[in-house]
């Protein structure tokens, strides 16, 4: 079978390398482990190919030949992306919509480089496109053989664990890039694949942990929105009702495993609050005063004064009140009830 590597590739090296350059890279890429949870087989198979792209390179007459296959390789690859960007600005297509197709079109274009290997070396190639962040190829072939050989589970763990990692890496990505949905969407696929084949319980965890201390960026950037749809906002008040069922209330001792502390997490909610509208945080905070917390409490009191006085409803302002007098035998609240 073909994945997309080359020996240059495989060994982190230029085309001009010298033997002592080529050797280097080698040991280099010898002595880098893939992660704990691969199998033997994996391992092997990765090795197996850097001795293959090491020995072609290491040799003279070996090179010379795959050189120059390997750059008219290369030549009619590139003249078939300018053939493609010539044909699509005839077309006048959008440039979104030409780079788009051009990028997608490339993938399989028959004069991209490409390494033969068997299906047994699958898992070990994965692992060097993994290592060359290649994460959406790791996707691509993983998914692909697994779905066109179901019976062949020899290396099946391995190459679960490939498209994890992969969905992993990209949804750290995302998340630099603030793109919180997009980051909890990768993850999300990363763990279903186990959870569906009940494998690496412990790569689950380190997901299941990512997503967590994700969740709060989550929320924070869905009622950020300038114009929100009314379905995302019900799901920021899901994941927001899911941190705060783990945590036990906005002051709990539970464990949301989102990393924040007390004091964060209630920076968290202040920062929260001002974009939750009335009816949101009548529902999030009445919840909370009946745990009971304090600082649900004290927030539920604000959210009653607020109404009141919006809707010029003095029951509200009762009931506010009533909070008051619970809350006045452990802080000061004298400036709320005179406000009441």
Not at 59 to 88: C, G, H, M, W
Not at 191 to 202: A, D, S
Request: glycine letters at 4%.
């Amino acid at each position: 079978m073909r994945i997309p590597l080359d020996y240059y590739r495989i060994l982190g090296v230029p085309i001009q390398a010298t033997i002592e350059q080529l050797a280097q890279a080698y040991q280099d890429r010898s002595k880098q482990l893939p992660r704990k949870e691969y199998s033997s087989q994996a391992i092997t198979a990765r090795v197996q190919i850097l001795d293959q792209a090491y020995h072609f390179l290491s040799n003279p007459l070996l090179k010379a030949d795959y050189d120059q296959e390997f750059l008219s390789l290369i030549y009619n690859n590139t003249s078939s992306v300018e053939n493609e960007e010539i044909a699509s600005s005839t077309l006048d297509l959008p440039a979104a919509v030409e780079n788009e197709e051009i990028a997608s079109s490339t993938l399989d274009l028959p004069h991209s480089p490409y390494l033969e290997i068997e299906s047994e070396q699958l898992s070990g190639g994965l692992v060097i496109l993994q290592e060359l962040a290649e994460y959406e190829q790791v996707i691509r072939f993983g998914e692909s053989f697994l779905e066109n050989h179901p019976q062949n589970i020899t290396d099946q763990t391995d190459i679960l664990l490939s498209i994890a990692l992969a969905e992993l890496e990209l949804s750290r990505e995302q998340w630099q890039q603030k793109n919180y949905e997009q980051a909890s969407s990768h993850g999300q696929k990363g763990l279903k694949i186990l959870k569906n084949h009940q494998v690496l319980p412990t790569i689950q965890l380190e997901i299941e942990t990512e997503l967590a201390k994700l969740r709060p960026y989550r929320i924070l950037s869905i009622f950020s929105q300038s114009n929100p749809q009314p379905e995302q906002r019900l799901q920021g008040i899901e994941l927001l009702q899911k941190v705060l069922q783990l945590r036990e209330g906005i002051d709990g001792k539970g464990n949301d495993y989102s990393g924040l502390n007390l004091e964060n997490f209630l920076h968290f909610i202040q920062q929260l609050r001002p974009l939750l509208n009335s009816q949101e945080q009548n529902s999030l905070f009445s919840a909370e005063a009946k745990r009971p917390s304090s600082v649900g409490v004290y927030l539920f009191v604000y959210t009653l004064i607020a109404q009141g006085f919006t809707q010029k409803d003095p029951y509200l302002i009762a009931q506010a009140q009533q909070k008051l007098v619970i809350i006045s035998q452990r802080q000061d609240v004298i400036i709320e009830q005179s406000i009441c």
